[in-house]
């Protein structure tokens, strides 16, 4: 009997950590010109003597625009492939996502008899 309920406490413990690790990958980067007038790309925030100062999304959609047709309404072979798997990609990943919540839902519902 205290096998199921090992079996589900490691699913609903992985299920967790994978929610919560797609978030953890984010980390900030910092674009600043210095007196000299040289660009720079850097993980730690820029002195106080850069010219401009900036952050640099490097996480999530924001950074995933869909590319702009070609001249004449007709989009290039190569970017029309691209939209497609950026398309694939998040179906897939939304369907990862209803699966994960099916498995959190029937976990709840088995935590919840066994009380």
Do not use: C, I
């Not at 096998?3 to 992985?14: H, Q």
């Not at 106080?48 to 007709?74: C, D, F, H, L, R």
């Not at 990609?89 to 519902?109: D, I, N």
């Amino acid at each position: 009997m205290k096998m199921p309920f090992a079996k589900l406490g490691s699913a609903a413990a992985a299920l967790a950590l994978a929610v919560s690790a797609q978030s953890s990958f984010a980390q900030n980067f910092y674009k600043w010109v210095d007196a000299k007038g040289s660009t720079h790309y850097t993980a730690t925030p820029p002195p106080k003597s850069a010219k401009k100062k900036g952050k640099v999304e490097t996480y999530g959609w924001k950074n995933s625009a869909a590319p702009a047709p070609a001249a004449g309404g007709q989009a290039h072979p190569e970017a029309k492939a691209a939209a497609q798997e950026a398309q694939q990609a998040a179906a897939e990943k939304e369907q990862v996502h209803q699966e994960a919540q099916a498995a959190l839902r029937q976990g709840q519902a088995l935590s919840s008899e066994a009380k």
